[in-house]
């Protein structure tokens, strides 16, 4: 079957700090994998996506490359601020008839 | 334009009770689909709702269902609460369905149900 698997949090860091939130799937068939945020009391929002393998997508300083070689989609960030605390979930889905399957997320909290 | 929009926000149960969440996705949007977040399982698909038709569901008991109007919105229901049922329940739409890869999913801010 298809999954995701997320480091687990929750992650600490200082302000400016370097983040990385590992994430590996496994899927049958050629997934789009996705990266969403969800900040406290919200619901999920799409950061960045990426639909083939060796692609990089990014969007607000954060970047991932889709590794099919390791089955992972890594999420980096170089300079993290208070206010990307937030939970983070690894995503993906098989084109054809599946849901988005999630990871378990990881919470991230960033400190002055 | 308008988000997902999900009712109501919050919502406390008794156990053997039922209840009803509400979700207005994004205006044009045909796919529903709906999620049950808790801390131990985290997101858990339910089923998808596209054109009135349920699409795919997910690995969850009977009392759980749902349905989806001509406007797109839809509903799911959840009958004989249990206290296990208390979760963030998440909406999600889309034009198509969230899983071609070239769509987005726009979520709700959830429901939170708490059963006593």
């Known amino acids: 079957g298809n999954s995701v698997t997320q480091m687990e949090g929750p992650v600490t860091l200082s302000e400016e700090a370097f983040l990385t939130i590992n994430c590996t799937y496994t899927?049958?068939?050629?997934?789009?994998l996705f990266w969403y945020v969800q900040y406290p009391g919200e619901g999920l929002q799409l950061l960045l996506k990426a639909t083939k393998a060796d692609d990089k997508g990014s969007n607000k300083g954060f970047e991932a490359t889709y590794r099919k070689e390791t089955t992972s989609f890594h999420l980096e960030k170089g300079s993290v601020q208070v206010s990307d605390s937030a939970v983070y979930f690894c995503a993906l889905s098989v084109s054809g008839n599946t849901p988005l399957v999630f990871g378990k997320g990881t919470r991230l909290s960033v400190i002055a | 334009k308008a988000g997902v929009t999900q009712t109501p926000r919050y919502l406390i149960k008794t156990r053997g009770q039922q209840v009803t969440l509400s979700c207005s996705p994004i205006?044009?949007?045909?796919?529903v689909s709906w999620y049950q977040q808790t801390p131990g399982q985290g997101l858990q698909f339910l089923f998808e709702?596209?054109?009135?038709?349920?699409?795919n569901k997910g690995n969850f008991p009977g009392r759980f269902s749902g349905r989806q109007f001509s406007n797109s919105r839809s509903e799911m229901n959840v009958s004989t609460l249990e206290l296990g049922d208390s979760a963030l329940y998440l909406c999600?739409?889309?034009?198509?369905?969230?899983?071609?890869?070239?769509?987005?999913?726009?979520f709700g801010q959830g429901t939170r149900l708490t059963v006593v």
């Open positions: 999600a739409s889309s034009f198509e369905g969230i899983w071609t890869g070239n769509t987005e999913a726009f």
């Open positions: 709702y596209f054109s009135e038709t349920q699409r």
């Open positions: 899927a049958t068939g050629y997934p789009s």
């Open positions: 205006s044009g949007h045909r796919s």
